[in-house]
């Protein structure tokens, strides 16, 4: 994900309302183009192992990282990831494009400030971990809050050699440690090995080119 300002005419629409205190919530990001049953079992997983009480889907507007050629649009993403998700503990949100942030560290950052009585968890892949350090304050997203990474079919093992594991070994906490992740202070992460839902947004778009 990406804290440039947005220039975009974008009006998000899609807010979570403030929370009681305590509140466990799980931040999952991309740009989810589109959503998939990949991003619903992290999100399942996650409130499953780490005893969190919702998810929070960050729709990005546009992920530095990623082309902007093939991006469908926020409002068609946000459509599609909300009907998937639907009641299912999930909050779709485009808070970033309010927000101004682009940059998940900055994201983090303002989200902490607007929800002080929330206990955040930032979620993702064995594959995002593989390429963190590519991220502008990768860092700071450590040093902010604790971190849940899910493995995915070929990627679990080689994240365990990520940069940013080695980077912060000693803050590893044991899978069947971690129901009280939220709680911790950072930096503290975990890594769930087993593999899961292969499927990707990548995949997805390919079927769909070929099929036309």
Do not use: C
């Not at 300002?5 to 807010?15: C, F």
């Not at 929370?19 to 990949?38: E, T, V, W």
Request: avoid cysteine; charge should be positive.
């Amino acid at each position: 994900m990406a804290g440039a300002l947005m220039t975009t005419a974008y009006v998000p629409v899609h807010i979570p309302a403030p929370m009681r205190r305590g509140q466990r919530i799980g931040l999952l990001g991309g740009s989810f183009n589109p959503a998939h049953h990949g991003h619903l079992e992290i999100s399942r997983l996650a409130r499953r192992y780490l005893q969190l009480d919702e998810v929070w889907w960050l729709v990005s507007p546009q992920n530095p990282l990623k082309p902007s050629a093939g991006m469908a649009p926020l409002a068609d993403r946000m459509k599609a990831a909300e009907s998937l998700a639907a009641r299912r503990a999930i909050q779709v949100t485009d808070i970033e494009a309010g927000l101004g942030t682009r940059y998940t560290a900055d994201t983090i950052k303002v989200l902490r400030n607007t929800y002080p009585g929330a206990r955040f968890v930032w979620l993702m892949g064995a594959d995002n971990l593989l390429q963190i350090h590519r991220w502008r304050g990768w860092r700071t997203i450590f040093r902010t809050v604790p971190v849940a990474v899910f493995g995915r079919p070929t990627y679990a093992l080689k994240a365990e050699r990520a940069i940013a594991a080695q980077r912060f070994a000693r803050f590893r906490v044991k899978p069947n440690r971690a129901t009280n992740l939220a709680d911790r202070k950072a930096p503290a992460w975990v890594l769930f090995k087993e593999p899961h839902n292969p499927m990707s947004a990548t995949k997805i778009r390919a079927r769909k080119i070929a099929r036309a």
